[in-house]
């Protein structure tokens, strides 16, 4: 299994250690994400995942090792976190500088065909439209690094497809390094340049994903991939 | 309180379970008129006994003024001005104690909601004060005031920062903290983080405390001027009681009742503007 990794990484965590208790929740974690790349993070519950993304979005502590991330990072969550006594497009400028502000954030909802609910309530929205709403929130800020935290874990399967594509076109016009957290290997696959599978963590497999975009579940050299996935992750599809 | 309780039993009648059927539909439609026509029933029925008794002699009007005496005392009272003076004099007490309280409330509630260092030299003082029944201070405030316009407003206050602030506080204390992390993750500022989230996630407790405080702020006012005082609705109620006048002791009653129910109707207007993002405000856009 060969990666070439470009000379000047994005994203560059060494010896990353990270401790609850005596217990190593992350395990001297070595990782790099390159500029533009999209990379997959896999994992079961609990193997490190989501301190992974808190360590890199600067909501945990650096305790030991080292950890090297652009200023200008965003983060989308599993719940949208969108406040909800603020319209959707004053969600978006939220900490946004600038005169135009509000002009930028209707073009970021626009981008994410939301155009049409920029006064709306937030409650008021479905959880596909709250999510994109996030996404527009973090992309207004045009980041460095993206990270996605199983953005789409809570949406149905439907909304689940659409989105996914909505990203991967979303990423191929801005060409930021994405960290995507997922439990699903599909979600994986389709998005991603490389994934990676962290177990009690460290990084127990590194798949280079060398299939054409745009992606599609019926390509020929998807479901070799996908097994070689779940294998990592110890699932073994026999029924 | 008559209407308080024939309500759940009227509310128990309409809600049949099940699917209604169409004629039963068509009865309850019919029966929203006509039931609000039975309930007034009961209590119009009273009048008229309470006006028999009192005509007839039954009743004696020291003990107890007839219902056509208290209006024609209502009139009475308003056109000569007595009315209109000391219900602007007690608005004045309760609206200028009213004031305080919010202003008091909610800066102690902020100084202990967003610093450490204020809530550990806020908080127990004010969970201490809770406890303590503000009516009984009346001596005191009498004893350090005098009987002027101080103690009624001071009792006000007091009375009223009370739930201003614990609801305040309990507000900023439970604000989403993935929303506060989602704010830093966006890189807010400490002044933003309080404008954007915390102060307007704390404010549907506000309300609710500024609704409690209100309730407060008569039944302190009532209290104030029945036990000291030279003008206002209290006053001029206890000044009635000295010339066994009950018909105005009883338009003052009328007079509470509906300054309670209006300042509660503010509240609730209040809240529908101001939390027009709940959904169950009907705030869609």
């Known amino acids: 299994m060969s990666y070439e990794r470009p000379a000047e990484p994005a994203i560059r965590i060494e010896g990353l250690t990270r401790r609850f208790g005596g217990n190593a929740v992350l395990d001297r974690l070595d990782l790099r994400i390159g500029p533009g790349e999209f990379l997959a993070l896999l994992g079961r519950s609990g193997s490190g995942k989501t301190t992974l993304l808190r360590t890199l979005a600067g909501l945990d502590p650096v305790e030991e090792g080292e950890v090297l991330v652009p200023r200008n990072v965003a983060v989308v969550f ?91 076109r979303l990423w191929q016009k801005r060409r930021c390094a994405v960290l995507l957290v997922t439990h699903d290997v599909d979600e994986a696959l389709l998005l991603g340049d490389r994934a990676v599978v962290l177990d009690s963590g460290r990084i127990r497999t590194e798949l280079p994903v060398a299939l054409d975009r745009p992606r599609r579940h019926d390509d020929p050299g998807f479901a070799p991939a996908r097994r070689a996935l779940l294998a990592a992750l110890d699932v073994h599809e026999t029924v | 309180m008559l209407d308080m309780t024939v309500r759940p039993r009227s509310e128990a009648g309409t809600a049949t379970p099940g699917t209604p059927t ?132 001071a009792l006000v206050a007091l009375g009223s920062t009370i739930p201003i602030y614990l609801n305040l506080y309990k507000g900023i204390r439970s604000i989403d903290p993935k929303l506060l992390e989602m704010g830093r993750t966006l890189g807010l500022s400490r002044a933003q983080t309080i404008r954007q989230i915390v102060l307007p996630g704390a404010l549907p407790d506000l309300l609710t405390g500024l609704r409690f405080s209100v309730g407060i702020s008569w039944l302190m006012l009532v209290v104030a001027e029945q036990v000291n005082a030279n003008s206002g609705i209290g006053h001029m109620m206890t000044d009635a009681e000295d010339f066994l006048r009950t018909d105005v002791i009883l338009v003052g009653l009328l007079v509470y009742a509906l300054l309670g129910l209006l300042s509660d109707q503010v509240v609730r207007v209040l809240e529908r503007t101001l939390l027009a993002w709940r959904p169950s405000q009907g705030g869609r856009a």
């Open chain 1, 78 to 168: 599993q719940e949208s976190r969108l406040l909800p006594w603020r319209r959707v497009w004053e969600n978006v400028t939220l900490g946004l500088p600038g005169r135009d502000a509000r002009d930028r954030a209707v073009a970021a909802l626009e981008e994410v065909g939301l155009g049409h609910r920029l006064e709306a309530w937030p409650l008021t929205l479905s959880g596909g439209e709250a999510q994109r709403v996030g996404i527009a929130r973090a992309l207004v800020r045009e980041p460095e690094f993206l990270m996605l935290d199983e953005p789409f874990a809570s949406l149905d399967a439907l909304t689940r497809l659409r989105m996914q594509a909505m990203v991967g």
């Open chain 2, 22 to 153: 169409r004629a039963e539909a068509g009865r309850l439609r019919r029966a929203v008129p006509t039931g609000l026509l039975r309930r007034s029933v009961s209590p119009l029925l009273l009048l008229l006994v309470w006006q028999a008794a009192s005509s007839s002699g039954l009743v004696s009007p020291q003990t107890l003024a007839s219902p056509s005496r208290i209006l024609s005392t209502a009139v009475g009272l308003t056109t000569d001005g007595t009315l209109p003076r000391n219900l602007l004099v007690s608005l004045a007490r309760a609206g200028s104690g009213l004031a305080i309280a919010v202003v008091a409330g909610v800066a102690l509630a902020l100084l202990a909601g967003l610093s450490r260092l204020g809530e550990e030299a806020i908080d127990a003082p004010m969970q201490m004060l809770r406890t303590l029944p503000a009516l009984a201070l009346v001596p005191l405030f009498i004893l350090w005031f005098g009987i002027g316009e101080l103690p009624k407003i």
